[in-house]
């Protein structure tokens, strides 16, 4: 049998199990407990995660319902990219969250309805905010998952003629019958529909819509805890909506960098005026949200102009409290950047694509594109901030030639400032020739990647040029294909003289004295 067909008949009998399931005598929870009736005790149970697991009395039941309509406090989660929590717990405590708390890939937060709106519309670094719903322990079948379901009054939150969405999370220790996230998230989907068709006699029910759809939810498994949230946009939040079909190939996501931007102090940089620049900007993305953060323009604004978001169409949706939200966040617009911000791009492809995206955000006045080298380019103000992305093996070609000539841009027109540079490649950092004040993990998209801050000297680099390919320029000579190009048995015996290990591969040896050079040169 193959891994196809196996796959089939175990969706087949899991099917089949939930039908007789249901034929179960529904288990009603011991109490229904509006969110405001708990107060702060609320606070001290996690809403489905799993990052906070205190233990609770047996006094409290297991089952709550939180209502929408009139609940004086909601409780929400933020997601967000691994390594970027902290960034967005600091932004939910500046609009006016309460009960902040980090989890995992994300941040639990509490607030009336207009919090929600206002995290949906102004957090930058956010990729999704969840309203809980529901949520009850000892959820371990198909039938306890559908009953859960039923106890929400879906026909107050939607109309019939709605759309809805479905995604289910599963983690580790969930029972074996709801082990499969796509069955989690059609049992869920039918306790949804069933609720409207007891309601009507035709039988009316929503349909299923992958994309837009008015309703999004999303069913949280984690060990025999569910937790049902409705997603307040139906796309993620990352996608700003300034990108051009046709994006760059290593762009990366806004929100984090965004996240890296507020880890530089950006924003109170910005309004002391200070110079920005990114030399090797690809599409633009840091150039696109460090000029959004200079202006004070939210990142949600051009979505609720246009396509506009989920919540919007929900009955139960506050369109007093949405309409205060937009105005007060279109009142804290700037008409310019009180900061100068800068970019370069080797490739005139990229840079347009830059220049495009800045249009479509509405900041194309603020920032300055360059078609120019790293290690030629000098910008039009000596940056206080650079921050890039630039190549490293396995996303693009070139990443030793490139770090080598970021060094020499960092060497002669940044002294004096700091860089915040991302990598998925640590080996490849090696040929800037400085030692990392800071180092910060990120994860994003499947990849893990590493944020690392630079304090910059401002040295004179003095490496020798060396012939470079016809369509690159004049490169600096990588410190990496000096030692590349001795025996192992030479490499040992640098090492030896240096009282460093000797052991490994030659490209362990050669990483080895890389080090060793920049500690030197640290130290000079």
Avoid at 77 to 84: E, P, Y
Avoid at 113 to 133: D, M, Q
Wanted: glycine share 8%; hydrophobic share 40%.
């Amino acid at each position: 049998m193959t891994l196809v067909a196996a796959m089939r008949c175990r969706i087949a009998l899991l099917i089949i199990a939930q039908a007789h399931a249901l034929r179960a005598p529904a288990r009603r929870p011991r109490a229904l407990v509006p969110l405001g009736s708990w107060g702060g005790d609320f606070d001290e149970v996690s809403t489905g995660d799993g990052a906070r697991r205190s233990k609770r009395p047996d006094t409290r039941p297991d089952f709550a319902f939180v209502t929408t309509r009139h609940a004086p406090q909601q409780r929400y989660f933020a997601s967000s990219a691994r390594g970027c929590e902290l960034n967005l717990a600091e932004e939910l405590e500046t609009i006016g969250a309460v009960g902040v708390e980090i989890g995992r890939s994300g941040v639990h937060f509490d607030g009336p309805t207009k919090i929600g709106y206002r995290a949906v519309v102004e957090l930058r670094t956010a990729t999704r905010v969840l309203e809980v719903l529901a949520w009850r322990d000892q959820i371990e079948t198909a039938a306890d998952l559908y009953n859960l379901g039923r106890e929400v009054p879906w026909p107050e939150l939607m109309d019939v003629e709605g759309t809805l969405r479905v995604d289910a999370t599963v983690t580790g220790g969930v029972s074996q019958a709801l082990s499969h996230s796509h069955f989690s998230s059609l049992t869920l989907k039918n306790a949804v529909v069933d609720a409207f068709r007891s309601e009507n006699q035709l039988g009316a029910r929503p349909s299923v819509a992958k994309e837009g759809c008015d309703v999004p939810l999303h069913v949280f498994l984690d060990r025999d805890r569910c937790t049902v949230y409705r997603s307040l946009s139906s796309e993620s939040l990352h996608k700003r909506g300034y990108r051009s079909a046709t994006s760059h190939r290593a762009a990366l996501r806004p929100t984090v960098a965004a996240a890296m931007l507020l880890a530089a102090q950006w924003p109170a940089r910005s309004a002391r005026g200070e110079a920005l620049c990114d030399p090797m900007c690809g599409s633009g993305t840091f150039l696109i949200e460090a000029a959004l953060m200079a202006r004070g323009i939210a990142p949600g604004l051009a979505r609720a102009r246009n396509e506009g978001f989920a919540c919007e169409r929900w009955k139960d949706f506050d369109a007093t409290a949405w309409a205060e939200v937009i105005t007060e966040a279109k009142k804290r617009v700037l008409p310019r950047s009180p900061a100068r911000i800068h970019g370069a791009d080797a490739h005139a492809g990229a840079a347009g694509l830059a220049r495009d995206g800045l249009a479509n955000a509405g900041v194309d006045k603020d920032v300055s594109i360059a078609v120019a080298d790293a290690a030629q380019w000098s910008p039009p103000d000596k940056p206080a901030l650079v921050i890039s992305n630039p190549p490293w093996d396995g996303r693009l070609d070139g990443a030793d030639a490139a770090w080598t000539a970021l060094r020499s841009f960092l060497k002669r027109e940044a002294g004096g400032g700091v860089a915040h540079l991302l990598s998925g490649n640590m080996p490849v950092t090696r040929n800037l020739m400085m030692r990392a004040s800071k180092k910060r993990k990120l994860s994003t998209g499947g990849v893990d990647l590493t944020c690392l801050t630079y304090e910059i000297r401002g040295e004179v680099d003095s490496a020798p040029l060396i012939k470079a390919p016809a369509d690159v320029g004049s490169w600096l000579a990588p410190p990496r294909s000096n030692y590349e190009a001795l025996t192992v048995v030479v490499l040992k015996e640098k090492l030896r003289d240096r009282s460093l290990k000797v052991s490994g591969r030659k490209v362990e040896l050669v990483d080895r004295l890389l080090e060793a050079d920049a500690r030197v040169l640290e130290g000079a």
